[in-house]
Each structure stands twice: as structure tokens, then as C-alpha cells.
């Protein structure tokens, strides 16, 4: 069984930073697409950043020069380095990879992990 667990949520002030983590465990044979989500009250889940197993990474505009996404391939993690953060930038952010195990490839979700910016 594959899990995604994530760590580094939290209450910080606007300005300030984070840093979210995120590892894959279980029977994991391989891993492409990893990223970070996010969910905003009352609104759709929203993409914020990924990268592939080759290192090639994409953010949305809001996000682009404030946050970093970096990967370990020989850890199975994904991390995501939130600076300059903004009140706007709260949500519940969810790890998300694609993964292979023995048997069959799919996508994988972590549990989630509040973000709040506020003064």
C-alpha cells in the first residue's frame, strides 16, 4: 500500500515562510509527476506547482519567484519552499504523484496540510 504523508503546515505572517514536505512510502517502484495542490475555502482545488522525475519544473503565475518545488528521487519526496507568502495564499495544500507500484500506475493524494497567513 502507497501512502503520501505531508508535514510543514502551519500559521505564519504575511512576508514570512514555510516549508512543506511531502514523502511517498509503501511499495513504491517508481515515481514520474509530483506536485502541490491547493484548496482555498469555497473554491475549487487549484494546481500550484510540479515537476518530473527529470527535474523540469512549473508553477502558476501567483506563485512564480516565491515558491520552490525540489524533489528527492532516492527519498521519494517533494517539498515546497513557500517564501513572500500572502494572505491569499491560505488553503489546505495537498501532495500529489504519480506512482507505479508491481502492479499498476495511478495518482496519490496526501491528506492535506492547513496554510494560513494572517498578521
Known amino acids: 500500500q502507497v501512502q503520501l504523508v505531508e508535514s510543514g503546515g502551519g500559521l505564519v505572517q504575511p512576508g514570512g515562510s514555510l516549508r512543506l514536505s511531502c514523502v511517498a512510502s509503501?511499495?513504491?517502484?517508481?515515481?514520474?509527476?509530483m506536485g502541490w495542490y491547493r484548496q482555498m475555502p469555497g473554491l475549487e482545488l487549484e494546481l500550484v506547482a510540479t515537476?518530473?522525475?527529470?527535474?523540469?519544473?512549473r508553477y502558476i503565475p501567483s506563485v512564480e519567484g516565491r515558491f520552490t518545488i525540489t524533489r528527492d528521487n532516492d527519498k521519494n519526496t517533494v517539498d515546497l519552499q513557500m517564501n513572500s507568502l500572502r494572505p491569499e495564499d491560505t488553503a489546505v495544500y495537498y501532495c500529489?504523484?504519480?506512482?507505479?507500484?508491481?502492479?499498476?500506475?495511478?495518482?496519490?493524494w496526501g491528506q492535506g496540510t492547513q496554510v494560513t497567513v494572517s498578521s
Open positions: 509503501g511499495s513504491v517502484s517508481s515515481i514520474s509527476a
Open positions: 500529489n504523484a504519480y506512482i507505479g507500484t508491481r502492479f499498476y500506475e495511478k495518482d496519490y
Open positions: 515537476i518530473n522525475n527529470g527535474g523540469t519544473t
